[in-house]
């Protein structure tokens, strides 16, 4: 059974950071492509990164990139994100995926996290 588990959400202050992780478990880790999506209230769910099966590429939305940076430990099964100068609309639902294809696409990932929440105060 395939396990996608993050942490490390949590209430920080505007311009603070976060690492947000996600370990995973049943699954050969070292051959999916590994992804971060997030979602508000009210929004639908959008990319945020993705990082390549051996960490060669990675790829980032554009209302992160520079701050955000994905990186993935495959020896441990973990992705992580490490977020900085956090901003209000950074809040949402974070949620780590898997998918056989390196893609911002979502439809391309075939296994999904519960999420681990985001709020940042202004």
């Known amino acids: 059974q395939v396990q996608l588990v993050e942490s490390g959400g949590s209430l920080v202050q505007a311009g603070g950071s976060l690492n947000l992780s996600c370990a995973a478990s049943g699954l050969a880790f070292r051959t999916y492509a590994m992804g971060w999506f997030r979602q508000a209230p009210g929004k639908d769910r959008e990319f945020v990164a993705a990082?390549?099966?051996?960490?060669?590429?990675?790829y980032y939305s554009n209302d992160v990139k520079g701050r955000f940076t994905i990186s993935r430990d495959n020896a441990e099964n973990t992705v992580y994100l490490l977020m900085n100068s956090l901003k209000p609309e950074d809040a949402a639902v974070y949620y780590c995926a898997a998918s056989r294809e390196y893609s911002y696409f979502s439809y391309n990932y075939n296994y999904w996290g519960k999420g681990t929440h985001v709020t940042v105060s202004s």
């Open positions: 990082v390549s099966r051996t960490s060669q590429s990675t």
